[in-house]
Nanobody
Framework: QVQLVESGGGSVQAGGSLRLSCAAS????????MAWFRQAPGKERKGVAV???????NYVDSVKGRFTISQDNAKNTLYLQMNSLKPEDTAMYYC???????????????????WGQGTQVTVSS
C-alpha cells in the first residue's frame, strides 16, 4: 500500500531554517507529482510547493525565494528546505502524491490522492 511519512518538523525562531522529509514506499515518487501542503488551525489546507517531471517546480507566492522542494529518487524521498522562516509559516505540513494526469503542476488539494499524516512546524517571533 502507498505510504508517505513526514519528518523534520519542529520549533524554530523567526529567520531560522528547517528541512522536511517525506519518505515514500510502495511506489516510485519520480513518476508522480509530489507536493507539500500546510494547514494552520481554522484555515484551509493550502499548497506550498510541487515537483514534477524533469524537476519542474511550482511554489505558492508567499514562499518563493525561501523554500525549495526537491526529491532524491535513489532514496525515494521528497524534501522541503525552508529558510528565512516567518511566524506565518506555522502550520501542520503534509506531503502528498498525485498521478501525472494534469498538464501542469497542481497546488490544489483536490488533485492529490495520497497523503502523509503531517509534521508540525512552529515559528516563533
Amino acid at each position: 500500500q502507498v505510504q508517505l511519512v513526514e519528518s523534520g518538523g519542529g520549533s524554530v525562531q523567526a529567520g531560522g531554517s528547517l528541512r522536511l522529509s517525506c519518505a515514500a514506499s510502495a511506489y516510485v515518487i519520480s513518476r508522480f507529482y509530489m507536493a507539500w501542503f500546510r494547514q494552520a488551525p481554522g484555515k484551509e489546507r493550502k499548497g506550498v510547493a510541487v515537483i514534477g517531471g524533469g524537476g519542474s517546480t511550482n511554489y505558492v507566492d508567499s514562499v518563493k525565494g525561501r523554500f525549495t522542494i526537491s526529491q532524491d529518487n535513489a532514496k525515494n524521498t521528497l524534501y522541503l528546505q525552508m529558510n528565512s522562516l516567518k511566524p506565518e509559516d506555522t502550520a501542520m505540513y503534509y506531503c502528498a502524491a498525485a498521478p501525472r494526469t494534469f498538464s501542469w503542476l497542481p497546488l490544489n488539494a483536490a488533485a492529490y490522492n495520497d497523503w502523509g499524516q503531517g509534521t508540525q512546524v512552529t515559528v516563533s517571533s
